[in-house]
C-alpha cells in the first residue's frame, strides 16, 4: 500500500487546492475527517506516514466544486450536527437568525409550522431550543423529508415532517409559521456561484422570476397570525409589495447588515 507522509501528502494537496482556487484550510479539514484526529495533531505529528488515496479522492471533488459540507456529509446549526447531502440546501448562519427570532417570540405551547424542511434544521432546533411547542414542518421534496427524518430520529426531535406543496395537504391554523423559502430571482440564480447553483437543490433556491412567488403564496393563505421569513438582499419592499395584509413589525440584519429576516403580523398581534 503506497504511503506518504502527513506533512508531504498535506503540503501538496493544499499547494493543489490553492491553484485550483480552493481554499486550503479544506485540505486540512478533510485530513482531520480521513484520519479521525485533530488538525493540531496532524500539524504536530507530520512526520507519521498515511496512505493519500481518500484524502486524493476527497480533495479532488472539493475541486471540481462539490461543497466541503456534502464531502463531510455534515454541517453545523446552532450548535448542532446535521446530515446534509444533495438532497438539502445546505444550512446557513444567516438562517440561525430566523430560528433564533422564533425561539423568543413562539407564544409557550404555540403550534409551529416550518415551511420548507430541507435538513430539518429549523424545525429540529425550534423544538430542541423549546420542547413546549407543537412544530410541523412541510416539504415538496420526498428526498428532502427522508433527510430530514434522518436527522430528527438522530437529535431525538418530536417535529414532526410531512409531503405537501405549501398547504395542499395542511389542514388547520397555526399560531406562528417560519420559513426559509425559496428567494433568489430565476436571473440571479443563474449567476450564482458554481458551488451553489451546480450542486444544491434549484428548487430550494429560486421560485421563478421574481424571487417572492413562494412567499406570496405563504402570505395570501393567511394561517398563522405571525409569519416569519427569511428573504434575500434588498427584498424588503417586494415582500411588502406582496404581504396580502400582514404587516412587516421587525426587520433582522444579518451580520452584513443585509435585511434578512422578516417578521409580519395580521389583525394587530405583535
Known amino acids: 500500500m503506497p504511503s506518504e507522509t502527513i506533512a508531504s501528502l498535506r503540503a501538496r494537496l493544499r499547494g493543489a487546492a490553492q ?7 479544506d485540505v486540512d479539514v478533510l485530513l482531520a475527517d480521513v484520519s479521525a484526529r485533530s488538525p493540531a495533531w496532524l500539524f504536530a505529528h507530520g512526520e507519521e506516514q498515511i496512505d493519500p488515496a481518500a484524502l486524493e479522492g476527497l480533495v479532488a471533488r472539493r475541486m471540481r466544486g462539490e461543497p466541503l459540507q456534502y464531502i463531510r456529509g455534515h454541517a453545523e446549526f446552532l450548535g448542532r450536527r446535521f446530515f446534509v447531502d444533495d438532497r438539502v440546501l445546505i444550512p446557513r448562519p444567516e438562517t440561525e437568525l430566523l430560528v433564533e427570532a422564533a425561539i423568543a417570540r413562539a407564544p409557550r405551547g404555540a403550534r409551529v409550522l416550518d415551511i420548507g424542511s430541507g435538513s430539518g434544521c429549523i424545525a429540529i432546533s425550534l423544538e430542541r431550543e423549546r420542547p413546549d411547542l407543537d ?18 430520529r438522530e437529535h431525538e426531535s418530536r417535529a414532526r415532517f410531512f409531503a405537501s406543496d405549501l398547504f395542499d395537504a395542511i389542514r388547520g391554523e397555526f399560531d406562528l409559521i417560519v420559513s426559509n423559502p ?35 403564496r405563504i402570505l395570501l393563505a393567511k394561517r398563522a397570525p405571525v409569519v416569519m421569513l427569511e428573504i434575500g438582499f434588498g427584498q424588503l419592499d417586494d415582500v411588502r409589495h406582496v404581504a396580502n395584509g400582514y404587516e412587516i413589525i421587525e426587520v433582522i440584519n444579518d451580520l452584513a447588515g443585509i435585511e434578512r429576516v422578516v417578521v409580519l403580523s395580521r389583525h394587530g398581534h405583535k
Not at 19 to 25: C, K, S, W
Not at 199 to 211: I, K, M, W
Open 19 to 25: 491553484a485550483g482556487g480552493v481554499n486550503p484550510r
Open 135 to 152: 412544530v410541523s414542518s412541510i416539504d415538496i421534496s420526498f428526498a428532502a423529508l427522508a433527510v430530514a427524518s434522518r436527522n430528527a
Open 182 to 216: 425559496p428567494y433568489i430571482p430565476l436571473d440571479d440564480y443563474i449567476n450564482l456561484a458554481a458551488e451553489v447553483r451546480d450542486h444544491e437543490p434549484r428548487d430550494a433556491l429560486t421560485p421563478g422570476p421574481r424571487g417572492t412567488e413562494v412567499i406570496e
